[in-house]
Structures are given as structure tokens and as C-alpha cells.
């Protein structure tokens, strides 16, 4: 499976972003979708993640502010990120399970940078 993020780049704090993720999958809506992070220093972390049945979580650090969706007529995935932080910072990863109706991930995009000012 491919996924190609887009959406990434600069911006100051308090503003908003809107991240895409595009998968190569036939039976995408039977899919969980989801995004992480990953700071310079750190250990890629959850940001978010949608079910097949559309069942939406959040890491504590996003919530109220970050909101998932998914379109499966497209087979995209979205992230969008309000009030954005300079914490928020790092590369933006979308990700999916390699099995259907799972939520282990295993597949992963290249990424998309994401960088807030203070």
C-alpha cells in the first residue's frame, strides 16, 4: 500500500494547517487511518486515528484542536490542525494496519513537515 501525505509546511502559532493522505488501497473504508509525529530528538508519537465505522482518538496533547476525517469515495485521510503550537512541530506520518478491521499499524508515508513559529 502507498500513502502519499501533503498539506505540511510553515506556519505561526495559534494558526492552522490542514494535512492529506492519499492511500493506494482497493478496500480502503475497511481500513483504520491514522496520523503521528515525530520532533527532532524524539520518538515518533500518536496524534490521531479513524476507524472503518469513522470511531475517532486523539492523544491527549491535540484534543479540542485537531480533528480527523476520512473521505472513503477518495481514499484520503485528513488531519486538521488548529491552534497549532510550536510543540506541535515534526514530521507528520499517515499510517494504516496492514489487516482490515485492525488497529495495529504497519504501513507508513513518507511524511510531510510541519513547522509552527512562536
Known amino acids: 500500500v502507498q500513502l502519499v501525505e501533503s498539506g505540511g509546511g510553515l506556519v505561526q502559532a495559534g494558526g492552522s494547517l490542514r494535512l492529506s493522505c492519499a492511500a493506494s488501497r482497493r478496500t480502503f473504508s475497511s481500513y483504520t487511518m491514522g496520523w503521528f509525529r515525530q520532533a527532532p530528538g524524539k520518538e515518533r508519537e500518536f496524534v490521531a486515528g479513524i476507524s472503518w465505522n469513522f470511531n475517532t482518538n486523539y492523544a491527549d496533547s491535540v484534543k479540542g484542536r485537531f480533528t480527523i476525517s476520512r473521505d472513503n469515495t477518495k481514499n484520503t485521510v485528513a488531519l486538521q490542525m488548529n491552534s497549532l503550537k510550536p510543540e506541535d512541530s515534526g514530521v507528520y506520518y499517515c499510517?494504516?494496519?496492514?489487516?482490515?478491521?485492525?488497529?495495529?499499524?504497519?504501513?507508513w508515508g513518507q511524511g510531510t513537515q510541519v513547522t509552527v513559529s512562536s
Open positions: 499510517a494504516t494496519p496492514r489487516f482490515q478491521y485492525t488497529n495495529t499499524y504497519a504501513h
